[in-house]
């Protein structure tokens, strides 16, 4: 099964001319199955129930429809009235929507903003009242800027619910509803979800009107393009060194933990060991969210550790591996979690490290996915690892650090700033270099794709640089930004960064209170959420 359809364009879908020039400048001249699927009937105003896991190509496929209706139909902007919604779950994927759908908004004359939690009100409160036609949103946040009276949703002429199973897991489907309810019912309605479950389903019944469904590679049918490995380690020392062995190679990694403190201590750890690192926890504010992100999207950072936080919402393409250092409970948070590779076409590989006191539970839940695989004991010399990362480069220690200062005085000041990857940037050069290997360019916005000696030499990242902007200083409000409707009310549904409360056993809790100082400006991973 493949991703692409290589014989159906946007042109042949009936997409406008300006938006068919955007994406063929991007490279995207042919449409994956979701999007040649959905089109036909969102362009033509039907309502749509798009089903299809992260990664088939969601985004693109609501964004063409979504910028055409209302570019067919010209309005004069009107203050704190948008004329397009869409919702998304997560910060970090809402940023996303609006880096994939701004370009081909402006195409047609049309203008954009995002509003969520974790950051000042101010930029956001700005764009509304200077008229904006399309508000890429979390619940929380634009729920209560509704209740303060500085945006109205009786003009939306079109909705689009992204990955609606995640805003359910996350426990926002009452704010949603509130939302919905506050748009006009004759307004065209989309919706996107890799599964119907958790009262998604309801959604439907009450919002949608006569919708066509296309389902398309759902999230409960493992991709072909995905190899998934589980690996069996003796104890605890071994398991740590096969972490830092599967981490240390040149291309993207994500490494999945079970808590923030873990997710933390094992960047540090990794950076320390001249393997640079990031972390994507609950623990950090806003502006670090999107500034370890945005080194991981730019190939700044080649490992990305996080807690499910980051499988709920952080699209980022030609991520080559996932680790799950510490295995999920449940099957589907282990498909969220390693749907984070293998997107837009792109292979890559899925590691589970398995102590001796979760085989049984990690066969379990192997089971539920529909995932065969035959456990492996290795360690981090055996074969099966060589092959995924020994080919690409060699671990690099601490004692090869000073290979860093030799380097010229530019690339020096970049990787000096990185205050998380402790100088983890010049390092992977340096490790690039004896591998092979190109480095990383974070301006560029090339992951570096190593030697290519193995499987892996073909892949090159394609996601581009990180671009900055977006958003404004705020003046480093510290107000808290719990993202609840005002009045003292904190339902579990109004924390944009998806730490509601209640959630499945496994994943995070206990989100940020915060209002994270320090810079509010927005970093948006781009080449994502295609």
């Given at each position: 099964?493949?991703n ?11 997409v406008p ?5 955007v994406?063929v ?6 449409a ?15 309502d ?12 693109i ?20 009235r ?24 402006k195409?047609m ?22 008229g ?7 619940p ?23 990955e609606?199973?995640?805003?359910a ?27 119907l ?7 439907v019944k ?26 069996e ?20 990694r994500?490494?999945?933990m079970?808590?923030k ?5 094992l960047?540090?750890q ?22 370890n992100?945005?080194?991981f999207s730019?190939?700044?950072a080649?490992?990305?550790v ?13 991520v ?36 001796p ?7 379990q ?5 529909a ?7 290795v ?23 000073p ?9 020096q ?10 100088g ?13 290997g ?7 916005g090339s ?8 499987r892996?030499?073909g892949?090159?990242a394609?996601?581009?640089a990180?671009s ?19 009045g ?9 960064g ?9 994943s995070?809790?206990?989100?940020n ?18």
């Amino acid at each position: 099964m493949t991703n692409l359809t290589e014989d159906i364009r946007f042109a042949d879908l009936g997409v406008p001319a300006p938006m068919v020039d955007v994406l063929v400048g991007q490279g995207k001249e042919n449409a994956f199955p979701i999007q040649a699927d959905t089109l036909p009937d969102s362009l033509k105003g039907k309502d749509v129930l798009g089903r299809g896991r992260t990664g088939s190509g969601k985004t693109i496929a609501f964004a063409i429809p979504l910028a055409a209706r209302l570019a067919a139909n010209p309005r004069k902007r009107r203050a704190g009235r948008p004329r397009a919604l869409v919702l998304a779950p997560t910060r970090e994927l809402a940023t996303q929507i609006d880096a994939t759908l701004a370009p081909l908004a402006k195409a047609m004359g049309l203008t954009t903003t995002t509003i969520f939690g974790g950051v000042s009100q101010g930029r956001q409160v700005d764009a509304l009242r200077g008229g904006v036609d399309v508000v890429v949103a979390c619940p929380g946040r634009l729920a209560d800027l509704m209740q303060q009276g500085h945006v109205q949703l009786d003009a939306i002429e079109v909705t689009v619910l992204d990955e609606a199973d995640h805003m359910a897991d996350m426990g926002f489907l009452p704010g949603v509803t509130k939302i919905m309810q506050a748009t006009p019912e004759q307004g065209q309605r989309l919706l996107f979800s890799a599964t119907l479950d958790n009262g998604v389903d309801k959604l439907v019944k009450k919002f949608l009107h006569n919708p066509v469904m296309h389902s398309v590679d759902d999230e409960s049918s493992p991709v072909e393009a995905m190899t998934h490995h589980v690996f069996e380690v003796a104890d605890a020392d071994a398991k740590k060194d096969l972490v830092r062995t599967l981490a240390s190679g040149t291309g993207r990694r994500i490494l999945f933990m079970r808590t923030k403190h873990h997710a933390k201590r094992l960047a540090k750890q990794l950076s320390s060991q001249g393997i640079p690192a990031v972390d994507l926890q609950g623990n950090l504010s806003q502006g670090a969210r999107e500034r370890n992100l945005a080194k991981f999207s730019a190939g700044e950072a080649l490992v990305l550790v996080a807690t499910d936080v980051a499988a709920r919402g952080v699209h980022v393409d030609n991520v080559e591996l996932v680790v799950h250092v510490d295995p999920p409970t449940e099957h589907k948070a282990y498909l969220h979690r390693s749907g984070r590779t293998a997107r837009a076409g792109s292979s890559g590989d899925v590691v589970t490290v398995v102590m001796p006191a979760e085989r049984r539970d990690v066969a379990q839940m192997m089971r539920k996915a529909a995932i065969k695989v035959t456990p492996q004991q290795v360690t981090p010399n055996s074969a099966p690892v060589a092959q995924l990362v020994g080919e690409i480069a060699p671990i690099r220690h601490v004692a090869e650090a000073p290979v860093q200062q030799q380097q010229p005085r530019r690339q020096q000041s970049a990787s000096s700033s990185s205050s998380d990857s402790t100088g983890g940037r010049g390092r992977a050069r340096g490790r690039g270099g004896r591998s092979g290997g190109s480095a990383p360019a974070a301006q560029s916005g090339s992951a570096p794709s190593g030697s290519g000696a193995g499987r892996r030499g073909g892949r090159t990242a394609e996601a581009g640089a990180a671009s900055t902007g977006g958003q404004r200083r705020s003046g480093g409000s510290r107000r808290a930004s719990s993202d609840g409707v005002r009045g003292g009310s904190a339902p579990v549904w109004s924390s944009d960064g998806g730490y509601a409360a209640g959630r499945s056993s496994g994943s995070e809790s206990g989100g940020n209170r915060r209002g994270g100082g320090g810079s509010r400006r927005a970093s948006r991973p781009a080449g994502s959420a295609r």
